[in-house]
């Protein structure tokens, strides 16, 4: 995302790693609803501020609220399923795959290797559910990754 920022494309961050920095500045730990409704406002927020005449590169969206909801056992309420299904995103979407030979824990990212491949089956499928076609990013260095991105958004 950042390299992609660095050569001109407008790119919307990830919600879900700002809220946990910014419980980790409060000392706080939000319950899995108030954390996904927090990451659907923000979320909700990026999608709707963001430029409708140009490309924008989101690193997570909408849909990736109810894949988190799933992947800690909670229902998902009515109005987040509502609302994944009427702010809808470009009909591809790049998922980048569980590659355990760059995964790294951190202050933000706490799973077991284990728990990010199960997180990354259940967000795939979350897209593929609400009808999205899921492009896989190759496991390649990052400015590959970037080439392969360029090169299939050059076309919008």
């Known amino acids: 995302m950042n390299n992609l920022h660095a050569l001109g494309y407008q ?3 990830e919600s879900g790693r700002a809220i946990i920095q910014a419980q980790l500045r409060a000392n706080i730990k939000l319950a899995p609803l ?3 409704e927090q990451m659907l406002e923000k979320d ?5 501020t963001s430029p409708q005449n140009s490309v924008v590169v989101f690193d997570r969206g909408i849909p990736d609220t109810l894949g988190y909801l799933m992947s800690v056992g909670e229902q998902i309420p009515k109005h987040i399923k509502r609302v994944a299904r009427e702010h809808l995103y ?3 979407v790049f998922v980048a795959p569980f590659w355990p030979e760059i995964y790294e824990m ?3 990212r706490k799973q077991t290797l284990e728990e990010a491949r199960e997180t990354y089956e259940i ?3 979350v897209y593929v559910q609400l009808g999205y076609s899921t492009l896989l990013l190759p496991k390649v260095a990052v400015n590959e990754r970037v ?3 360029r090169n299939y958004i050059k076309n919008f």
């Open 123 to 125: 967000m795939r499928e």
């Open 11 to 13: 790119v919307s961050s």
């Open 34 to 36: 108030a954390f996904a």
């Open 147 to 149: 080439d392969f991105v």
């Open 90 to 92: 470009n009909q591809t």
């Open 44 to 48: 909700l927020h990026n999608y709707k």
């Open 106 to 108: 951190d202050a933000e």
